[in-house]
């Protein structure tokens, strides 16, 4: 191998990760619009007006609140299955990856 393939990249030092403080003011600064807000948002929210006087039409909004509530932790349990599974996967490679390294090291030596 060449001296050139041997050299090493110096990568720029990471900055310091943001504290607690600018974390929060980053997040009372964005806009509601932000897509950070809107992301999981319903497709279709419920009828913001939190009093009905019909009983049954405010059955009906509870209702519906309670099967968005339910969806959204259905879709929160797969993306935390999904997570766990890409873990594994990337935990997985990270064994081959050292295995094939070892490897690679026991044979140039």
């Not at 050299?7 to 806009?31: C, F, S």
């Not at 519906?64 to 993306?79: D, G, T």
């Not at 081959?96 to 044979?107: G, H, I, K, M, W």
């Amino acid at each position: 191998m060449s001296a050139k393939g041997k050299r090493r990249v110096v990568l720029p030092t990471r900055p310091a990760p943001p504290t607690v403080e600018q974390i929060l003011e980053d997040v009372r600064r964005a806009p509601a619009h932000d897509p950070v807000f809107t992301a999981l948002a319903p497709e279709d929210p419920p009828d913001p007006s939190p009093r009905t006087e019909d009983p049954e039409a405010r059955y009906e909004q509870i209702y519906q609140q309670s099967r968005a509530y339910v969806a959204m932790n259905e879709r929160l349990r797969q993306a935390g299955d999904r997570l766990r599974q890409k873990f594994e996967d990337l935990r997985q490679a990270g064994q081959r990856l050292e295995e094939d390294v070892s490897q690679v090291t026991s044979a140039t030596s």
